[in-house]
Nanobody, 130 residues
Framework: QVQLAEFGGGMVQPGGSLRLSCAAS????????ITWFRQAPGKEREGVSC????????YYTDSVKGRFTISRDNAKNTVYLEMNNLKPEDTAVYYC???????????????????????WGQGTQVTVSS
């Protein structure tokens, strides 16, 4: 049974840092791209960052470039999202997701399309506030 579980959310002040973890089970993590999404109240789910399963390539939405870093440890079946210099607009529920199929390559910003993902974690709340 495929499962994803997010950990590490919380409340921080602007400028603070958090590290989110996505623990995977029921499948071989190393075969799949994994993406972090977030959803703020009243807004659509947004692709934040994606990491390749083939060559280590990483992808970020413009608003988090230079502040967030995605990484993976296949031996630990875990994907991480290191978030630095957090801003109030980063406040959201953060989800990790696995695509329906094994991807060889990602083109343009297709990784940001939620409809391409079949498995989702339960989400973890990140609140940035003073």
């Amino acid at each position: 049974q495929v499962q994803l579980a997010e950990f590490g959310g919380g409340m921080v002040q602007p400028g603070g840092s958090l590290r989110l973890s996505c623990a995977a089970s029921g499948f071989t993590l190393g075969h799949y791209y994994i993406t972090w999404f977030r959803q703020a109240p009243g807004k659509e789910r947004e692709g934040v960052s994606c990491i390749s399963s083939t060559d280590g390539s990483t992808y970020y939405t413009d608003s988090v470039k230079g502040r967030f870093t995605i990484s993976r440890d296949n031996a630990k079946n875990t994907v991480y999202l290191e978030m630095n210099n957090l801003k109030p607009e980063d406040t959201a529920v953060y989800y990790c997701a696995r695509p329906k199929t094994v991807w060889v390559k990602v083109y343009d910003d297709l990784w940001t399309d939620p409809s391409l993902y079949e498995y989702w974690g339960q989400g973890t709340q990140v609140t940035v506030s003073s």
